[in-house]
């Protein structure tokens, strides 16, 4: 301004400098203006950018400070997938890599950090770089959860989920104790299943071996050691298919055309196997059945089944079919010889109740002869001695009857053995009361050598064999002596019945056993029919009493009889038996109860008791019986008592009722019936049994000994 005072610019220039001056203030003026105002706007931006820095680092520290109080272990990756934080547990289980997880760090870079630690802990087929790409692949995934397994026999479960903005979160958690458990529990249910399998395995009849898919054996039961022949120490786990096979090669055979060879092509197969069958022999006396099987994970099952007695059995009818073939026509002639056995044997029948029959009917017509004759009105003596005669006849029809029913019972296989201790001494004194009285009638000199010897026998058998054979003696001995005793054995005695009779021809030894078959044809029916013998080799072979014969024409007889001794025991015979033997007769005065459906045995009964001066009480039934005792009112002293009464009444039954109203008083039973039943009925009730028909002195003795007793 001073200048454009002091210019004499006539012009002007100067003025006009002055007055662009004077702008350039004003515009200088006002750019300061604005300068200062946006230098205001400035300080008060980066006051509120500080606040917010203050701010934004307080949320990261808060941040920081809530991800480190999470268990696992926490880390973020932004989308640039680059490691914006983590905490101080991220990691943790790979110590050689924790320094170097660090913000900024790239994802891809961690993966393989990870992949590289010491600590981690990959499956013998996986390699690193393998893991890597697995790894990388799974992070594709918006979600992932697997497990690591590290050093120790320690696992981590890796989470890793994708954020909204495209980042990352990724969480470690510690699972080892559950994985622990879990392997623990897998563990005992695998060793529960292992077991129930073992179990299973050992239970079956069949010997089974398991094999995995490189032929290894991983199962087996102890069956298959057996029926292989193979010690149990050599069945280990893990040995090979081939060593097994091997060991068995010596001792087995493969039948139908198959081979070893076969087995291993069908083994060694890398394609699907077809289940395999086949047979073996193992040594000369054992067939298997062989089943093998693929399994799923293309190991395979061999089961061994004994088939030992099944192909023996099947072998067996084979020959069976074949020998039945061969015998067809030499059956047919046994078959033809069996019907001319059968027809002979018929006629053997039939000669049998010919000469029974012929038998029977000559005593019956003699005795029928004396009785006619005696109405003719004979003298006291004829009549005396004819009554004798029609005595034996009748005699000897009973005796007839009882061989009979003997040999009948002997032949059915039904009679009945009660085996006791039977004192030999005894048997030999009533079969000399018996036959003392024949022997002398024939001027023979009988003679018994007591015993003491107690025997295990039959009684009644042993009584019936003893019988015969003396009877026999006493009947084919004319002149000299028969002599009945014993001789002492090492557990046993012979029973020896000696005669110094005829004799009895080598050739005719065995026929005298047979029925009907007598030395001498022409002797009577009272004087036997030839059924002795037969009797008494029958039961010898039912007693189990050996039987010997020993004979020189015209000198005599022996016939023996072997029986075991009751060891250790002898019998002494009691003088008070011989005491009741003699109060045996006395029955005179005596009240006996008779009860016999049948009127003319009743009858017959009573005149005999009579005869004895015993007071007989008949009756015909056992209502009967009990109406006369009422209205006499007298207790008999004894009862005689039919088995079988009408109205399907016993007589025992009667013989109890009796008692129960009149008092205890002693019984007999006589029976027709032979059979056991009856007989362990009787025994039973404490009641004698006397069979018919009826002995007068064998009723008489019992009757003697109850009323004794």
Same mark, same amino acid.
């Given at each position: 301004?001073m200048?454009v005072?002091?210019?004499?610019?006539?012009?002007?220039?100067?003025?006009?400098?002055?007055?662009r001056?004077?702008?350039?203030?004003?515009?200088v003026?006002a750019?300061?203006n604005?300068?200062?105002r946006?230098?205001?706007?400035?300080?008060?931006s980066?006051?509120?950018?500080?606040?917010?820095?203050?701010e934004?680092?307080?949320?990261r520290?808060d941040?920081a400070?809530?991800?480190?109080?999470?268990?696992?272990?926490?880390?973020?990756?932004n989308?640039?997938?680059?490691?914006? *934080?983590?905490?101080?547990?991220?990691?943790?289980h790979m110590?050689?890599?924790?320094? $170097?997880?660090? #913000?900024?760090?790239? =994802?891809?870079?961690?993966?393989?950090?990870v992949?590289?630690? $010491?600590?981690l802990?990959?499956?013998k087929?996986?390699?690193?770089q393998?893991w890597?790409?697995?790894?990388?692949a799974?992070h594709?995934?918006?979600?992932? &959860?697997?497990?690591?397994?590290?050093? @120790?026999n320690?696992w981590?479960?890796?989470?890793?989920?994708?954020?909204?903005?495209g980042g990352?979160?990724?969480l470690?958690t510690?699972?080892s104790d559950?994985?622990?458990?879990e392997r623990?529990e897998r563990?005992?249910?695998?060793?529960?299943?292992?077991?129930l399998?073992?179990?299973?395995?050992?239970?079956?009849?069949?010997?089974v071996?398991?094999?995995?898919s490189?032929?290894?054996?991983i199962?087996?039961?102890?069956?298959?050691s057996?029926?292989?022949?193979?010690?149990?120490?050599q069945f280990?786990? @893990?040995?090979?298919?081939?060593?097994?096979?091997?060991?068995?090669?010596a001792d087995?055979? =493969?039948?139908?055309?198959?081979?070893?060879?076969d087995?291993?092509y069908?083994?060694n197969?890398?394609?699907?196997?077809?289940?395999?069958?086949?047979?073996?022999d193992r040594?000369?006396?054992?067939?298997l059945?062989? =089943?093998?099987?693929?399994m799923?994970?293309?190991?395979?099952?061999?089961?061994?089944t004994d088939?030992?007695?099944?192909?023996?059995?099947?072998?067996?009818l084979?020959?069976?079919?074949n020998l039945?073939?061969?015998?067809?026509?030499?059956r047919? &002639?046994?078959?033809?010889?069996?019907?001319?056995?059968?027809e002979?044997?018929n006629?053997?029948?039939? $000669?049998?109740?010919a000469?029974?029959?012929?038998?029977?009917?000559?005593?019956?017509s003699a005795?029928?002869?004396?009785?006619?004759?005696?109405?003719?009105?004979?003298?006291?003596?004829?009549?005396h001695?004819?009554?004798?005669?029609?005595?034996?006849?009748l005699?000897?029809v009973?005796?007839?009857l009882?061989a009979?029913? +003997?040999?009948?019972?002997?032949?059915?296989?039904?009679?009945?053995?009660h *085996?006791?201790?039977?004192?030999v001494?005894?048997?030999?004194?009533?079969?000399?009361?018996?036959?003392r009285p024949?022997?002398?009638?024939?001027?023979l000199d009988l003679r018994?050598v007591?015993?003491?010897?107690?025997?295990?026998?039959?009684?009644?058998? *042993? $009584?019936?064999i003893?019988?015969?054979?003396?009877s026999n003696a006493?009947?084919?001995?004319e002149t000299g002596?028969?002599?009945?005793?014993?001789?002492?054995?090492?557990?046993a005695i012979? %029973?020896?019945?000696? +005669?110094?009779?005829?004799g009895?021809p080598? +050739?005719?030894?065995?026929i005298?056993?047979?029925?009907?078959?007598?030395?001498?044809?022409d002797a009577?029916?009272?004087?036997?029919?030839g059924?002795g013998?037969?009797? &008494?080799?029958?039961?010898?072979?039912l007693?189990?009493? #050996?039987?010997h014969?020993?004979?020189?024409?015209?000198?005599?007889?022996a016939?023996?009889?072997?029986?075991?001794?009751?060891?250790?025991? !002898?019998?002494?015979? +009691?003088?008070?038996?011989?005491i009741q033997?003699?109060?045996a007769?006395?029955?005179?005065?005596?009240?006996v109860?008779?009860?016999?459906?049948?009127k003319?045995?009743?009858?017959?009964?009573?005149?005999?008791?009579?005869?004895?001066d015993?007071d007989?009480?008949?009756?015909?039934?056992?209502?009967?019986?009990?109406?006369?005792?009422?209205e006499?009112?007298?207790?008999?002293?004894?009862?005689?008592v039919?088995?079988?009464? !009408? !109205?399907?009444k016993? @007589?025992?039954?009667?013989?109890w009722?009796i008692?129960?109203?009149?008092?205890?008083?002693?019984?007999?039973? %006589?029976?027709?019936?032979r059979s056991?039943?009856?007989?362990?009925?009787?025994?039973?009730? @404490?009641?004698?049994?006397?069979h018919?028909? %009826?002995? !007068?002195?064998?009723?008489?003795?019992q009757l003697?000994?109850?009323l004794?007793?």
């Open positions: 301004m200048r005072e002091k210019s004499t610019d006539a012009s002007g220039a100067a003025y006009a400098q002055f007055q001056a004077a702008m350039l203030e004003q515009e003026r750019r300061t604005d300068l200062e946006a230098l205001e706007l400035l300080n008060d980066n006051s509120r950018l500080a606040q917010a820095n203050q934004t680092e307080a949320a520290a941040l400070n809530a991800i480190e109080t999470v268990q696992e272990g926490f880390a973020l990756f989308r640039d997938e680059k490691l914006v *934080l983590c905490n101080s547990r991220f990691g943790l110590p050689d890599i924790k320094e $170097r997880l660090s #913000p900024g760090l790239r =994802f891809v870079e961690y993966v393989e950090l992949s590289q630690s $010491r600590y802990s990959l499956p087929a996986l390699t690193s393998d890597v790409k697995r790894r990388v799974r594709a995934d918006d979600h992932v &959860v697997f497990n690591v397994r590290l050093s @120790g320690r981590i479960q890796v989470s890793e989920h994708r954020t909204p903005d990352t979160v990724i470690q510690d699972v559950i994985m622990r458990i623990e563990d005992r249910i695998l060793d529960d299943k292992a077991s399998i073992r179990a299973t395995l050992e239970h079956i009849e069949q010997g071996c398991i094999f995995d490189k032929h290894r054996l199962g087996w039961n102890n069956r298959a057996e029926l292989l022949a193979i010690p149990v120490s280990q786990m @893990g040995t090979q298919f081939k060593t097994l096979t091997n060991r068995l090669s087995v055979t =493969f039948k139908d055309g198959f081979t070893q060879h087995l291993l069908w083994v197969t890398q394609t699907e196997r077809e289940p395999l069958q086949f047979e073996m040594g000369r006396f054992k067939m059945l062989v =089943f093998a099987q693929e799923p994970d293309k190991g395979f099952v061999i089961s061994f088939v030992t007695a099944e192909r023996k059995s099947a072998q067996a084979i020959d069976a079919k039945l073939e061969n015998r067809v026509k030499a047919t &002639v046994e078959l033809a010889e069996a019907l001319s056995e059968a002979r044997a006629a053997s029948k039939s $000669r049998f109740v000469a029974a029959s012929h038998d029977l009917l000559q005593p019956l005795a029928k002869l004396y009785v006619a004759s005696l109405r003719n009105g004979l003298g006291e003596t004829d009549t001695e004819v009554a004798i005669k029609a005595e034996s006849a005699n000897s009973e005796h007839i009882e009979l029913l +003997d040999i009948s019972k002997l032949d059915s296989g039904k009679a009945a053995v *085996l006791s201790a039977v004192p001494g005894e048997v030999f004194k009533q079969m000399e009361d018996a036959f024949v022997a002398k009638a024939k001027g018994v007591p015993t003491t010897a107690l025997v295990k026998s039959d009684a009644s058998y *042993l $009584r019936r003893l019988q015969n054979l003396l006493i009947r084919y001995t002596k028969v002599l009945v005793g014993v001789r002492r054995r090492k557990d012979s %029973i020896e019945v000696l +005669d110094s009779g005829v009895i080598a +050739d005719q030894r065995e005298v056993f047979q029925e009907f078959q007598r030395l001498h044809s009577s029916a009272a004087q036997g029919m059924l013998l037969a009797i &008494v080799e029958r039961a010898c072979e007693l189990n009493h #050996p039987i014969l020993r004979s020189k024409l015209g000198k005599g007889t016939f023996s009889v072997e029986v075991p001794t009751v060891q250790g025991q !002898d019998y002494s015979r +009691d003088s008070s038996a011989e033997e003699q109060r007769g006395q029955l005179t005065n005596t009240i109860l008779l009860i016999e459906n049948d003319d045995l009743r009858n017959a009964l009573a005149i005999t008791m009579e005869s004895w015993v007989v009480i008949e009756a015909a039934s056992e209502i009967q019986a009990v109406d006369l005792l009422r006499i009112e007298i207790s008999p002293d004894a009862m005689v039919d088995f079988q009464l !009408d !109205d399907g016993t @007589g025992t039954e009667a013989v009722n008692k129960a109203e009149f008092g205890s008083m002693p019984a007999l039973i %006589i029976s027709a019936n056991l039943e009856t007989a362990e009925e009787c025994k039973s009730n @404490g009641l004698t049994l006397i018919k028909p %009826i002995n !007068d002195k064998e009723l008489k003795h003697s000994s109850l004794s007793r």
